[in-house]
């Protein structure tokens, strides 16, 4: 059940273009808004005032996308980002306003302001030809790429995106194939496929003997639903070109049984029609698309086609292995439709790959569980299993188990930091897990058992119909393209920030329902930086324009640090800020303010302050306490980033044992051997004994000051004889020494279980060590049995 990274046709619902120039000045606060354009237009007045709040830089415009506004008149504006004409691949922001028009917070994905030049290193036809060879399966054709800044990381970089299109390796299924290359360095730095697969009276074949809604044309019926906007389900009869619009003589359709081919028609009809239902009925949501329109449902597609697909606009079935089992069951129709509810909610969709990838799984299948526990049919009662009915995996087990994931043997029930490193359909274990417990509560339950993670208390559950609504809101109007679980980068930007705000907004400050979604996170190891409950129920927010900024040793920088009454009544908010430098002060002016007012922060260095880049806190106290982060970044009396570039010796090992230091055998020429490399002939290769043995790899490194970005990364390949569900008997850990040998930080632990075909590349951020001199280590630990080879090529340590 794929989803792309970008939309496919997401619709403009307002339309205007506004530039912005960053200034730190604010605007007096609004009347109260009305109307949809009404809060657009505030919001817009905000962004021209406050550009900091969402990372704003110079050459920048802003799109509004969607206004939502609530009853009580606060209002979420939604909006993309262009820098110099280019379009930002995680740029999105929602503006929030209280009823009264008042600036009330964003959402946003930008961990800084975007700083990169806008010329290519790497032409249009290198990335093109890299787009052809990243294509698998039958080219038909490679578009013209496109210059873009992927920011899906929280930090900017220049890259081109290809669609290659054609056939998959099955020949069957059709791809669109968006390849995504760096415009610096010519590296493909990522990819995702357009098309999202999964792995009257009518006689169904999974939800039984339904209603569904049909158009009688002459004395014939046809398959087209006037009801939800003229859905239409057509028969493929087994090739992959043309639809024949299913047609009946007496409005009765199919058997129930898969030989006759109108019974997997009436199951993806209904199936569109009852969700179609539930985000109207439920979420207030005008179908998929949020404007009326019908999906088209396409059944019988190709021959033994084990797989579904959504290509942006329609849903595609096929009719499994042998012909026998067509892919038409209900959550599953909900869990694909949903991706086309998540693609035009989010400009761009929620970034398919790593954690927000799996949050967009995720989605996909609470809202396909909750389609099938609105259909309610006795056929098919709800469950919180993906997948039971359509036997794809040839054993009668389900794709997924919501209550405990990791059944699958596959999939994450708790969070690690390893999460964002699985396949997406894996990483979304922790939010299938999450709201399990949120709706139905830890421990056994009617639907399955649900562990906690580590030592985390039981959860008591709130209930489907107030689960549905919270994980909806934050969605709606909270969650940006690249919202993640933990987000180093940018803290607030998480689903558990956003899903406590959603609780806040339908069911108040620290209410019942928002406690459980605390402890429904903590119960799958996701936590976070939560305010304390105020007793009185006032509450307040505080932000700060800009969120970042960069100073000589010596010198000072300034931030404007805004508060806003978010409930109750207005408070005293006094100020202090931790996580300085050595040498480093800060002060407020004020020092304090009523909530809804704002102060000047200003931190000083002294000449003796170490260059580097440090997180500042920032914190307002009142009746309760909220924090913000301000990235300082300090540079040497020299200033500026002085030797940028590739810092690592013999990258690729291409040398030889020349400069890395490493225990015998790991770096050779290991093609014959059966360990590829990922370019050249020589890479490095770490245990793979089936003995217990210990291998290392290090290499000292220096790292200048005053710079913005220090990125370590390398290919990873891994194989083993050991499980991969369970436990983790052989490790490699990559980690970051001082001189003397101590560790600072391990990076990752990787093992037995991250067991994969081909290479994945890592990558890390060594900012925190900007102006030292580490050592880079791999350590690999196998234990007495069974083999795991750990295989690392083509590192670097890039700074600029």
Not at 50 to 79: F, I, L
């Amino acid at each position: 059940m794929k989803r792309p990274l970008a939309a496919v046709g997401a619709a403009l619902l307002t339309s205007g273009v506004l530039t912005c120039v960053a200034t730190t000045a604010h605007a007096a606060t609004p009347s109260a808004p009305a109307a949809e354009s009404s809060a657009a237009a505030r919001a817009d007045n905000l962004l021209r005032a406050n550009p900091g709040t969402v990372q704003g830089a110079g050459g920048e415009a802003y799109q509004v996308v969607r206004t939502k506004v609530d009853a009580n008149g606060a209002a979420h504006t939604r909006y993309t980002r262009t820098y110099h004409g280019l379009r930002v691949y995680g740029g999105d922001f929602v503006i929030h306003t209280a009823p009264d028009g008042s600036y009330a917070g964003t959402s946003v994905g930008l961990a800084a302001p975007l700083t990169l030049g806008t010329t290519a290193k790497v032409g249009a036809a290198a990335a093109r030809a890299s787009a052809r060879k990243a294509f698998s399966g039958s080219l038909t054709s490679v578009g013209a790429p496109e210059l873009f800044v992927d920011a899906s990381s929280g930090r900017g970089r220049l890259a081109w995106e290809t669609v290659a299109a054609g056939w998959q390796a099955d020949q069957q299924t059709p791809s669109k194939l968006h390849v995504i290359t760096d415009a610096t360095s010519g590296a493909v730095i990522g990819s995702y496929d357009e098309i999202e697969t999964v792995a009257g009276t009518g006689n169904s074949i999974y939800s039984g003997t339904v209603s569904i809604d049909t158009t009688l044309s002459g004395s014939t019926y046809q398959m087209i639903d006037p009801s939800h906007g003229n859905g239409r389900t057509c028969d493929m009869n087994n090739g992959t070109l043309t639809c024949t619009t299913f047609t009946d003589a007496d409005n009765t359709w199919g058997t129930g049984a898969n030989s006759n081919r109108q019974s997997a028609g009436v199951d993806a009809h209904f199936g569109a029609a009852k969700t179609f239902d539930y985000y109207k009925n439920v979420h207030g949501r005008n179908g998929i698309f949020g404007n009326g329109t019908g999906v088209p449902s396409r059944v019988h597609y190709g021959s033994n086609y084990v797989n579904a697909f959504w290509d942006g606009s329609q849903m595609t079935y096929g009719d499994g292995s042998s012909n026998s089992r067509p892919l038409v069951a209900l959550d599953v129709a909900g869990h694909e439709m949903s991706h086309g509810v998540t693609e035009n909610v989010v400009p761009g969709g929620l970034t398919y790959s790593g954690e927000s990838g799996g949050l967009n799984e995720a989605t996909s299948d609470i809202f396909g569980t909750m389609v099938e526990f609105y259909a309610n049919t006795t056929a098919d009662p709800g469950d919180y299993q993906i997948g039971e009915k359509i036997n794809i995996n040839g054993n009668g087990t389900p794709l997924r188990y919501m209550y405990n994931p990791s059944l699958d043997g596959s999939s994450d029930s708790c969070w690690s930091t390893s999460t964002k490193n699985k396949d997406v359909h894996y990483s979304s274990g922790p939010a299938n897990h999450f709201y399990f417990n949120l709706a139905e509560g830890t421990g056994a339950t009617a639907y399955g058992t649900s562990p906690v993670c580590g030592s985390a208390p039981a959860v008591t559950g709130i209930g489907r119909a107030k689960a549905e609504k919270i994980w909806f809101r934050a969605l709606d109007v909270y969650f940006t393209s690249n919202t993640a679980y933990v987000n180093n980068t940018t803290p607030s930007n998480t689903a558990r920030a956003y899903s406590l705000r959603a609780a806040t907004d339908l069911y108040g400050n620290c209410s019942t329902e928002y406690k459980a979604v605390q402890a429904a996170w903590t119960a799958v190891n996701v936590a976070g930086s939560d305010a304390p409950c105020s007793s009185t129920g006032n509450d307040f927010s505080v932000a700060l324009s800009p969120t970042s900024g960069s100073v000589t040793a010596g010198g000072s920088v300034s931030t404007t640090v805004s508060t806003a009454t978010t409930s109750g009544t207005a408070q005293t908010v006094t100020f202090s800020a931790s996580g300085l430098p050595t040498g480093a002060s800060a002060s407020f002016n004020p020092t304090s303010v009523t909530s809804g007012g704002s102060a000047t922060l200003t931190i000083a260095t002294s000449a003796s302050t170490p260059a580097g880049t440090y997180t500042v806190t920032v914190t307002g106290t009142g009746a309760v306490s909220h924090s913000a982060s301000y990235t300082l970044t300090v540079n040497g009396t020299g200033g500026g980033c002085t030797s940028p570039g590739q810092k690592l010796g013999n990258p690729g090992f291409e040398s030889g044992n020349t400069v890395w230091a490493s225990t015998s055998g790991v770096i050779g020429q290991y093609g014959s051997s059966g360990q590829p490399t990922h370019g050249g002939t020589w890479n490095a290769w770490l245990d793979g004994y089936g003995t217990s043995h210990t291998d290392t790899l290090s290499q000292s490194v220096s790292l200048p000051a005053g710079c913005t970005s220090y990125n370590f990364s390398f290919w990873l390949h891994i194989d083993s004889a050991e499980t991969t569900t369970g436990t983790a008997y052989d490790t490699l850990r990559a980690q970051v020494l001082n001189s003397s040998g101590t560790v600072l930080a391990t990076l990752a632990t990787y093992s037995n279980l991250n067991k994969a075909a081909g290479y994945s590349q890592k990558s890390f951020s060594l900012a925190a060590y900007a102006g030292q001199t580490v050592t880079l280590k791999f350590t690999g630990v196998e234990d007495i049995s069974l083999q795991t080879s750990f295989v690392v090529d083509d590192t670097a340590v890039n700074v600029s």
